[in-house]
């Protein structure tokens, strides 16, 4: 009887059986009708792309000019706390954590494939040639850049000021504070932000958690011949699951830092031997001739819609589906960010957030995908065949052409296991957060639930449709969150300019009452 009203004294009931309810509901339908959740899935994808996915493009490039414009204005001063607190963990630790919890995967998913996809089928232009694969890095690089890490950015800043600084619970529904009040956050429209909220970090870590089983799977395939089917790729996330709800079960501090620092050792590591065992000249080269083509052409990859279809459906099945991608993410990695950010001043905060993580996924990207150009284009290989036939094998079939390359998989295995565990661990930790009032340490139970949640959501949507079914439950539950994140922004703009107001008339009542005189 204690420990039962030990655990649901601790929950907001509210949230917590509304999303456990319409998680069930989805999962069981989802899992009794696969073929026709298949097709409602390509459906919604097919609309919300069509329709709306020119709001996907001014919203992410919004918040890009937003977060950055903050950092370099007069609120840029302004500590994510209170005024003399200090950062808890040290710059190395909150950029792996930063790293680990918003790439992760994704990153060593999409290193290789997403390069050869786009050499094979760009956007524009004659396929399988010297341009397609110049577009093919800059665009991976403009998807793995700075507007992703803004989304993170300006929810973790929110997140961070106002549960930090003002005092107020841990919830995405305490960032619209100045905008609803008190009554609107504690009322049905908080309780709708933080639902929202939750299932939308549902399915963003579904569709991690299916990436990285089917990546697991193929190399594992690679390695060992074991067979990458769907039952396997299901034991690869049962195996996980326990695993990373061990690790969130833990704690942040034993937990996602030991597996952050974890995971960085392991990047540099196959970095370092694909450097010194691949074309090495070629990479850099690649990487300096992408980083300029990135800058340069920026603003015309953020607005670019293909309004005239000249590859119909590839600019939704890519830049829509990230963008998506990433706001749905953004609940969780914003809010564990801003958990893990607690002393830093908010032009510190943003660009420890865009800029670190951006150089640091450029490098992964130019070091994967130029090797695996260089075999195509130079060397006249089949890897873009290969990834035509299947992504998830993308980064393995690359190795098998360099030195290595069985050391190389099963670093990489490892590495994704461990992103694995620190996506999903973080995820886990935010959701128990969010149905907790915002408790900064949710209990264990909490924990389980939603990291069991997590884990079933991706085994049903595999079943359902495979990488489709994971990419439209993104782009779906992701769209509503975008007006939130734009609140988000006004929001943050009036507390601001209410603190820096305040600021500025104190002085002047300090300096009247001495009977100084301000010029």
Do not use: C
């Amino acid at each position: 009887m204690n420990k039962e009203k030990s655990f649901f004294s601790n929950i907001d009931l509210p949230i917590f059986s509304i999303s456990l309810v319409l998680m069930v509901l989805f999962v069981g339908l989802t899992m009794l009708q696969p073929k026709a959740a298949g097709e409602l899935f390509s459906a919604v994808q097919n609309f919300i792309t069509v329709n709306f996915g020119w709001t996907y493009l001014w919203g992410v490039t919004f918040i890009l000019v937003f977060s950055l414009g903050l950092a370099f204005s007069k609120f840029g001063n302004i500590t994510l706390g209170k005024d003399g607190d200090k950062p808890e963990y040290s710059t190395w630790s909150w950029f792996a954590m930063l790293f680990s919890s918003g790439m992760g995967i994704g990153l060593v998913f999409w290193g290789v494939a997403e390069p050869m996809s786009f050499y094979a089928k760009p956007p524009y232009g004659e396929p399988s040639s010297i341009q397609s694969a110049q577009i093919a890095m800059r665009y991976t690089f403009f998807h793995w850049g700075l507007h992703p890490w803004s989304v993170f950015a300006l929810v973790g800043m929110a997140m961070a000021y106002f549960q930090f600084r003002k005092g107020l619970p841990a919830l995405v529904s305490s960032t619209l504070y100045p905008l609803i009040g008190e009554q609107g956050a504690k009322g049905w429209l908080g309780k709708f932000v933080d639902i929202l909220a939750l299932f939308v970090t549902i399915f963003g870590v579904a569709t991690s958690l299916g990436l990285g089983a089917m990546q697991i799977a193929a190399g594992l395939n690679y390695a060992y011949g074991i067979s990458a089917s769907m039952m396997v790729t299901i034991i690869i996330i049962i195996v996980m699951t326990a695993l990373y709800i061990a690790a969130a079960v833990s704690g942040i501090e034993r937990g996602i830092k030991f597996f952050s620092d974890l995971n960085m050792v392991l990047v540099v590591l196959i970095l370092a031997t694909l450097v010194v065992a691949g074309p090495t000249l070629y990479i850099f080269n690649g990487l300096t001739e992408t980083s300029g083509a990135y800058l340069q052409n920026i603003v015309q990859m953020s607005f670019w819609a293909d309004t005239f279809n000249t590859n119909p459906g590839w600019i939704g099945g890519w830049t829509i589906f990230y963008w998506a991608w990433w706001v749905s993410w953004g609940p969780f990695v914003g809010s564990f960010i801003a958990r893990i950010s607690k002393g830093r001043t908010i032009k510190e905060f943003v660009l420890g957030v865009l800029v670190a993580p951006t150089v640091m996924s450029f490098l992964w990207l130019s070091v994967m995908g130029y090797s695996a150009l260089y075999v195509d284009v130079v060397q006249h290989g089949e890897i873009a065949a290969t990834v035509a036939k299947d992504v998830s094998a993308a980064i393995f079939a690359m190795f098998q052409h360099y030195p290595l390359a069985s050391i190389l998989t099963f670093m990489t295995v490892l590495v994704i296991a461990t992103f694995f565990i620190t996506s999903a661990n973080a995820a886990t930790f935010v959701m128990a957060m969010l149905t907790a009032g915002g408790d900064l340490n949710p209990r264990a139970g909490l924990k389980i639930v939603w990291g069991l949640s997590s884990s079933v959501a991706a085994i049903a949507l595999l079943i359902a449709g495979g990488l489709g079914a994971l990419q439209t439950a993104a782009i779906a539950a992701a769209f509503p969150f975008v007006f939130v994140m734009l609140a988000m922004a006004a929001s943050l703009v009036k507390a601001f300019t209410r603190e820096v107001d305040k600021d500025r008339v104190e002085p002047q009542v300090n300096n009247y009452n001495t009977n100084t005189t301000i010029t």
